[in-house]
């Protein structure tokens, strides 16, 4: 019995897919949307292989876009082109055609849902904190002109949190990067660093480490300078300590900051 499902089975596949070859090669463009769509559809219902289904209505989108551009069946089919990309984890392509839908088609039914996954499809492609990020710099925009342009959306509370999970991995790259001059033990630089994301994102969580870790450059810097620089390095130093203290008296390094003020307090008297 088994062995008749499978056989079945396999028949059923290569006479799909000679079908399906006689209407990619046709050149009846009515055939190839509806046969389009309904692969589509039967993808988003999940009926079957969706990601294969998805794949064969690309192959057709492919052809049929620029045939009924300007069409009145081009709207539906471009949203469909893009969201096929999109279920297709190929963001890049989705994020451009999504575009491409939302500046061709203003007043679409689609267009909230267009504008949501192209800022999401930039979302997917923002890499790790650590690489070049320009398509978290682009991500960001684009779901902050979803949010301006669709203030009622109910896709609204995923917009917000998408745009802050990106807001934070700039706001990282730019922490790191500072975190990276204090560990080379270049505190000239770490300062100015920690200074600038200081100023540049005052709400970050990673504030409170900027403004520790800007003390201890400072402080490291102090005690390492020769005798006639060190008295006002080391007031430096309590200047920055002060700041940390006043906004996190109660933080996660203080009991480190306590203890190098009493190393910066023993040094000033001994000078």
Do not use: W
């Amino acid at each position: 019995m088994k062995k008749v499902i499978l056989l079945l089975s396999v028949i059923f596949l290569f006479t799909s897919c000679g079908e399906y070859q006689k209407v990619l090669k046709s050149k009846d463009t009515g055939l190839k949307y509806s046969t389009a769509e309904n692969l589509y559809n039967e993808a988003k219902a999940g009926e079957g292989n969706s990601r294969r289904k998805y794949r064969k209505a690309l192959r057709l989108f492919e052809q049929l876009v620029p045939e009924f551009r300007g069409k009145p069946q081009g709207q539906k089919l471009t949203f469909m082109f893009a969201d096929t990309y999109y279920e297709l984890n190929d963001y890049f392509l989705a994020g451009y055609q999504f575009e491409r839908f939302v500046e061709s088609y203003p007043e679409s039914e689609k267009l909230e849902e267009a504008a949501f996954k192209g800022a999401k499809s930039y979302y997917f492609l923002s890499p790790a904190y650590y690489l070049d990020q320009t398509e978290t710099i682009k991500g960001i925009s684009k779901m902050q002109e979803f949010i301006n342009r669709f203030p009622e959306s109910e896709r609204m509370d995923e917009a917000n949190k998408l745009a802050t999970e990106l807001r934070v991995k700039l706001e990282r790259k730019t922490y790191e990067i500072a975190k990276q001059y204090h560990h080379t033990e270049s505190y000239v630089a770490a300062i100015t660093a920690f200074d600038n994301f200081i100023s540049q994102y005052p709400g970050s969580p990673f504030r409170e480490k900027a403004l520790y870790y800007k003390f201890e450059s400072a402080y490291l810097y102090a005690i390492n300078s020769y005798a006639y620089a060190m008295p006002e390095r080391l007031a430096n130093a309590r200047e920055y300590f002060e700041d940390y203290q006043r906004y996190y008296p109660e933080g996660e390094y203080i009991e480190m900051a306590n203890t190098a003020l009493k190393d910066i307090e023993t040094k000033e008297q001994q000078l």
